[in-house]
């Protein structure tokens, strides 16, 4: 079975430049999570999608972020305008529900200058 | 809402010892903890959870335990190989609802030296 996939992996941008993510989960999971782990911290949950509806995005910052999961599959995840503090590794996790075990892709960094 | 602090932040042992992680959470309402390890350059990946339901599980020399009133609960790592080096990361969640949203500690970084 093949895992969740992403690009790019690496990614190095100046402040106020725009940057986009994608992710393509599991097959047949129907929930996709996207994380933001900041150096030396745990994962924390931007947002999550049951098919291509939001569930929960109280953490997206939604004046600089913004996420999508067309037709329930892929999912992008966009920054604009960057800032400082959004260096981080972007990870998008799939799970077959909502509630089990999370299968997370290897994640994006991301370096804003 | 939920908060899971997670101790210590870096744990060093020698192979072939055991090493315990230990994590605490706010959240009354939690009732899933999953463990999960965190290799160099990968995402994480779950290597034990346990339910409320049940005080401890075991998985060949993995063991989790949890204690509902205290809210605390423990990952136990025996006869460590220099494999089991990584960040390990608890998590907690109310799964009765449709999120299941995982609120994270911050990570302990083991080290297994040969």
């Known amino acids: 079975e093949a895992g969740v996939a992403q690009s790019p992996r690496y990614k190095i941008i100046e402040k106020r430049q725009s940057v986009a993510f994608w992710c393509n989960p599991i097959?047949?999971?129907?929930?996709l999570y996207w994380y933001q782990q900041i150096l030396g911290q745990g994962p924390k949950l931007l947002i999550q999608?049951?098919?291509?509806?939001?569930?929960?995005d109280s953490q997206l910052p939604k004046d600089r972020f913004s996420a999508e999961r067309l037709k329930g599959v892929d999912s992008t995840l966009k920054i604009q305008p960057a800032k400082l503090e959004d260096s981080a590794v972007y990870l998008c996790?799939?799970?077959?529900?909502?509630?089990?075990?999370?299968?997370f892709g290897e994640g994006s960094r991301l370096t804003v200058l | 809402g939920e908060n899971v602090e997670q101790h210590p932040s870096t744990l060093s042992v020698q192979e072939g010892d055991s090493a315990v992680i230990k994590c605490t959470y706010s959240?009354?309402?939690?009732?899933?903890f999953p463990w999960y390890k965190q290799e160099l350059g990968k995402g994480p990946q779950l290597i034990i959870d346990i339910r409320s339901n049940v005080g401890e599980k075991k998985d060949q020399r993995i063991a989790v335990t949890l204690n509902k009133t205290a809210k605390h609960f423990s990952l136990h790592i025996t006869e460590t190989q220099p494999e089991d080096s990584a960040v390990y990361f608890c998590?907690?969640?109310?799964?009765?609802?449709?999120?299941?949203?995982?609120?994270f500690g911050k990570g302990t970084k083991l080290s297994v030296k040969p």
């Open positions: 097959s047949g999971h129907a929930t």
């Open positions: 998590a907690a969640s109310d799964t009765r609802g449709s999120q299941g949203n995982l609120i």
């Open positions: 999608f049951q098919n291509n509806g939001v569930v929960d």
């Open positions: 996790a799939s799970s077959r529900s909502g509630n089990g075990e999370l299968f």
């Open positions: 959240d009354s309402a939690s009732n899933y």
